[in-house]
């Protein structure tokens, strides 16, 4: 019955900005670590940002700090990914996930995405030059 639905993708030039957002059911959101990934046609499904429970920790892909900023509003069960500067590699459906385990801390685990049991079904990001 819990399930994560990400919305905000679309279609935009090089240079443009979008935000991702998930919504979230279920009263324990405030309790999970949440994290993006990412997928183009065929690639394997890539890490983007993870946030702690809390939202004071944060975790980032090398090649994507300074463009992208994870962040969560627990009083609205919704975990943002706002992306910045666009580039035509950022093409890919974006997903959200939760960590599998209530309160875990943010570190490099968070990349892995055998850490994480529950996706959304992604939403579509095209970027165009």
């Known amino acids: 019955q819990v399930q994560l639905v990400e919305s905000g993708g679309g279609l935009v030039q090089a240079g443009d900005s979008l935000r991702l957002s998930c919504a979230a059911s279920g009263r324990t959101f405030s309790l999970y670590n949440m994290g993006w990934f990412r997928q183009a046609p065929g690639q394997e499904r890539e890490f983007v940002a993870a946030?702690?429970?809390?939202?004071?920790?944060?975790y980032y892909a090398d090649s994507l700090k300074g463009r992208f900023t994870i962040s969560r509003d627990n009083a609205k069960n919704t975990v943002y990914l706002q992306m910045n500067n666009l580039k035509p590699e950022d093409t890919a459906v974006y997903y959200c996930?939760?960590?599998?385990?209530?309160?875990?801390?943010?570190?490099?685990?968070?990349?892995?995405?055998?850490?994480?049991?529950?996706w959304g079904q992604g939403t579509q990001v095209t970027v165009s030059s």
């Open positions: 946030i702690s429970w809390g939202g004071g920790g944060t």
């Open positions: 996930a939760r960590r599998g385990k209530a309160l875990a801390p943010i570190d490099s685990t968070a990349t892995m995405r055998r850490e994480y049991d529950l």
